[in-house]
């Protein structure tokens, strides 16, 4: 089965990602080789290894862990879609309080159509109007955590690139 080639979308996200990781795991994701990576993302790695090697005026300084010497390679740390955040406690309450949203939604959906069955149409459209209002709310919560920790992630690449360990 042929791999499909990654979008232009993914090709970003893993170029952005290889960007960030530590030069140890740069180094062991390399020795590893290309067995179980798709070719771009072996592409991307090998690319990323050469900007760091030119942006240095010395020899990398990673050093390469060997499976057996108390470290087990993973297959790729680069997972399309998938970023390593700092805070994952943050993450999962993102995820809870949208399911969240989601529950106050379907229960006044729910219990506005047990109040139309019962004749009262005009109880029936308030409880889905106060449903839809505080689904976008909570919603909005949670999507403001999401961004809270993005512009934490942004801001500590931008002080990386301003110490020039970023290009």
Same mark, same amino acid.
């Given at each position: 089965?042929?791999?499909? @080639?990654?979008t232009?979308? &993914? ?27 798709? @070719?771009?993302?072996?592409? $991307?790695?090998? =690319? ?8 240095? %005026?010395? *020899?990398? %300084?990673?050093?390469?862990? +060997? ?6 390679p993973?297959?790729?740390? $680069? !997972? #399309?879609?998938? %970023? =390593?955040?700092?805070? @994952? *406690?943050?993450? %999962?309450? !993102?995820?809870?309080?949208?399911v969240?949203? !989601?529950?106050? #939604? $379907? &229960? ?8 139309? +069955?019962? +004749?009262q ?8 109007? *106060? ?9 909005? &919560?949670?999507?403001?955590?999401? !961004? ?12 990386? *690139?301003?110490?020039? =360990?970023?290009?």
């Open positions: 089965m042929e791999p499909r @080639p990654i232009s979308d &993914a090709r970003w996200r893993a170029e952005w990602e290889a960007r960030y990781l530590p030069d140890t795991r740069l180094a062991a994701l390399i020795a590893e080789g290309p067995e179980g990576l798709d @070719p771009a993302l072996w592409q $991307i790695l090998l =690319n990323e290894r050469a900007n760091r090697d030119r942006r240095s %005026s010395v *020899a990398p %300084s990673a050093t390469v862990k +060997k499976p057996g010497d108390g470290y087990e993973a297959s790729s740390d $680069i !997972v #399309l879609g998938k %970023s =390593n955040r700092r805070y @994952p *406690a943050l993450a %999962s309450i !993102v995820v809870l309080v949208k969240i949203a !989601v529950m106050i #939604l $379907i &229960a006044g959906f729910v219990l506005a159509a047990i109040l139309y +069955k019962a +004749k149409p005009a109880q029936g459209a308030v409880c889905v109007t *106060a449903a839809t209002f505080w689904t976008l709310l909570t919603w909005a &919560a949670a999507e403001s955590i999401a !961004v809270l920790t993005d512009i934490e992630a942004n801001t500590r690449a931008t002080a990386e *690139a301003l110490r020039g =360990n970023v290009p």
